[in-house]
């Protein structure tokens, strides 16, 4: 059974930082691409970032220079560090393993930016 458990949201202040993490467990871990979406109240789920395998990484414009993906493919964990945290940054975190053949999710884990 596959399982990807989200870690590490909570509430931060604009400017403050914090680090999510996905372990996963039931999957050949280095064979997925390892992507990190997030959904706002009333908006559609975008993508964050992604990692492949061999740690080639990709992100959407809107994280770029304040966010870093990263894997340990020992731990079957994929990071998420995010700095310079905004206010539109408000959002259950979601972290997806997928390749060809197959997808999956976890629960999320919520981030909230409050001052």
């Known amino acids: 059974q596959v399982q990807l458990v989200e870690s590490g949201g909570g509430l931060v202040q604009p400017g403050g930082s914090l680090r999510l993490a996905c372990e996963a467990s039931g999957l050949r871990f280095i064979f997925y691409a390892m992507e990190w979406y997030r959904q706002a109240p009333g908006k559609q789920r975008e993508k964050v970032a992604r990692?492949?395998?061999?740690?080639?990484?990709k992100y959407a414009d809107f994280v770029k220079g304040r966010f870093t993906i990263s894997r340990d493919n020992v731990k079957n964990t994929v990071y998420l560090q995010m700095n310079s945290l905004e206010p539109e940054d408000t959002a259950v975190y979601y972290c997806r393993a997928g390749n060809n053949l197959n997808e999956h999710w976890g629960q999320g884990t919520q981030v909230t930016l409050s001052s």
């Open positions: 990692i492949t395998g061999n740690g080639i990484t």
